[in-house]
């Protein structure tokens, strides 16, 4: 091998292992701050149990997680439905249960049962009405909640039935294990296509809704 060709060899396997050390040594890409998740759901603010009120194809999603004894959940419902109907057709709210109080495990099962004869809403609105007689922390009347149930239209006989199917423990437990996985720690606790308001206020709410619908548009 003559002298040039020497070089040029020397050369090309330079290059050769160049190449090989920045393909191994390259750096690994910078995460961005805020990951981006294709669905609420994947990211486990939604499940395909969960009870959803609005338009389902909406683009805003509120997930809220929910605790029928709550005395908050209770005032905060008006407020939700005020702002879902400044925007009709953009946004959906999604139910979550966070079993927090004494007696809200059957509370929620009542709720769920009534879902099944498809009076969802009528029982649910119901017990958040009545919810200062039934849901007395520390001794919360749950006779009184079927009854409360019964007078909205729920045939209870039949639901006292649905309430020991396997389904009704699986929904508690797959919701509780949410709560656990995105740290919630109170009720309500709302997040706005996985994004949480910037404080408990609802105008915080109201403002994060008014973003992710511009957003969407």
């Known amino acids: 091998m003559n002298k040039r060709l020497a070089v ?122 009545r919810q200062p007689e039934w849901a007395v922390h520390g001794a919360p009347d749950l006779d009184l909640a079927w009854q409360i149930a019964g007078e909205a239209g729920l045939d209870v006989e039949q639901a006292r039935q649905d309430v020991l199917r396997p389904g009704m423990v699986g929904v508690l437990n797959a919701d509780m294990a949410d709560v656990e996985r995105l740290g919630v720690r109170q009720t309500p606790t709302f997040f706005v296509n996985g994004k949480a308001p910037a404080n408990t206020d609802p105008q915080a709410l109201a403002d994060l809704v008014a973003s992710e619908v511009a957003a969407a548009q």
Not at 8 to 27: C, D, N
Not at 37 to 52: I, M, Q
Not at 120 to 129: D, K, N, R, S, T
Request: hydrophobic share 50%; charged share 15%.
């Open 8 to 129: 040029v060899a020397v050369a090309v396997i330079a290059v050769a292992a160049f190449g090989l050390a920045a393909w191994f040594y390259r750096p690994a890409p910078t995460p961005s701050a805020s990951p981006v998740v294709a669905t609420v759901e994947e990211a486990g603010f939604a499940r395909p149990h969960s009870p959803v009120i609005g338009p389902a194809d909406a683009p805003v999603t509120i997930t809220e997680f929910f605790d029928p004894s709550c005395e908050a959940c209770r005032a905060f419902y008006p407020i939700v439905k005020q702002i879902m109907d400044r925007h009709p057709n953009q946004v959906k709210l999604v139910l979550r249960y966070a079993a927090f109080h004494e007696g809200s495990d059957t509370a929620v099962k009542i709720i769920e049962a009534s879902r099944l004869q498809d009076l969802f809403i009528p029982v649910l609105e119901a017990l958040l009405a």
